[in-house]
């Protein structure tokens, strides 16, 4: 994935960008009706039929301007549908931006530019503002185990990890479980410590791809790959559909003990190249179980390897 970097007054914009070798798409888009099929296009996905009838061309015009446009890669297929009594294919822009490189060099290296990682991370960061809720477990017994909450200390090293991402943050931006209305729910939510620990993981465990099992012991179960995982160390790194709201999402950073939710919070804060990879299982997934290390034998973890 190639992105186009744009440094205004108010900071960088970035943006996907599709990095062209064949200088012929350059001939291609040099045409207007090309270029007004590709504005059509970047407004809602369409098929040649109701481009044609809105650009008033013949119908052939725009399926052979259709067909270069996708064979160089600027518009894809998004589906087919049922049109006529034939299937029609509903095309796509792929990126708002095309990049040329006429030549090696002239890079210029910043470290502000990490744009994976601002990608990755939205919507809970979205234009340099934190828009999320992180959630952690109260201190104080409660809850359906009666538990206190101790791997609430490792949501600072993820709030000083989100901190690089967030030009000004609105104070404060984390809650108690026991503090969560009905209302937060529907927030983007970043859950810290397992369903012992934390009320709202408990809500939603069940329906998480990588569950946690009371069956004398407390284990992690994992729907992709069917393995059990018992060991202290193991922890969780799950993003989900917010079950309380279509338009929010919800990541889960939790283990089944402390030394678990401590490797959780290490892996993603180290290791989030290897997260946007999702589940070895199923990419599709973001779903990692990840098993906490203590490298240099202090008794700390301080370093996770994925086991899936």
Known sequence: MHFFVEEREGGQKAYESILIKDRRILRSLSNELALKIVKILAEEPSCAMDIARRLKEHEQKIYYHLRNLEKFGIIEVLRTEERVGALAKIYRVKCPFISFKLFEGGKILDKKVRIKEIKFLEPFVKDGKFNARIIVGSPDPHGKYGAQASDSCCAIDLALFLGTFVKNAEIPNYKLDTEVKENDLKENL??????????????????????????????????????????????????????????SEILILAGKRFKGTRAAVLAFVKKLKEIEKGNKFDSSKIAKVVLGIDRDCDGIVDDAEFLE
């Open 190 to 247: 970043i859950l810290v410590g397992g369903p012992k620990a934390n009320v709202i993981v408990e809500r939603i465990n069940k329906d998480l791809p990588l569950f946690f099992e009371f069956k004398k012991e407390w284990s992690v179960f994992s729907t992709i790959s069917k393995s059990l995982y018992l060991q202290d160390e193991v922890g969780v790194i799950e993003r989900i559909k917010n079950p309380f709201s279509k338009k």
